[in-house]
């Protein structure tokens, strides 16, 4: 990127000339931007009327979502539903099914 050099020899300035220019400089600024703020309102003011809404409604924050109930914590222990009769092995019913019971009726290993 070129450096630009300003319309004027900065370092001719005294502090005070400088100080006064930088307070000019910024109000200009601070005036430019409310300049631009109205202008961009007035502009979405437009838009929002021509899709017939207003301004106020397009700039309201949403309604928050309901509150959920909350999950159960994991690591819960939950007592087991079946049981092998030969190795005593149990399961709750929950996961992937164990090979002893995969397949068969689960009434024969119901608790």
């Given amino acids: 990127m070129s450096e630009s050099k300003p319309p004027f020899d900065l370092d001719r300035l005294t502090v005070p000339e400088l100080?006064?220019?930088?307070?000019?400089?910024?109000?200009?600024?601070q005036e430019k931007m409310e300049g631009a703020k109205t202008a961009l309102l007035a502009e979405f003011r437009?838009?929002?009327a021509e899709l017939g809404l207003?301004?106020?409604?397009?700039?309201?924050?949403?309604q928050p979502a309901p509150e959920r109930k909350p999950r159960r914590s994991k690591g819960e222990k939950v007592s087991p539903k079946y049981r092998n009769p030969e190795t005593g092995d149990t399961w709750t019913g929950?996961?992937?099914?164990?090979?002893?019971?995969?397949?068969?009726?689960?009434?024969d290993f119901a608790l």
């Fill in 54 to 62: 207003s301004l106020k409604a397009l700039m309201s924050t949403p």
């Fill in 94 to 107: 929950r996961g992937r099914e164990p090979g002893w019971i995969k397949g068969k009726n689960r009434d």
């Fill in 19 to 29: 100080a006064a220019l930088i307070e000019a400089a910024q109000a200009k600024r």
């Fill in 46 to 48: 437009d838009k929002a």
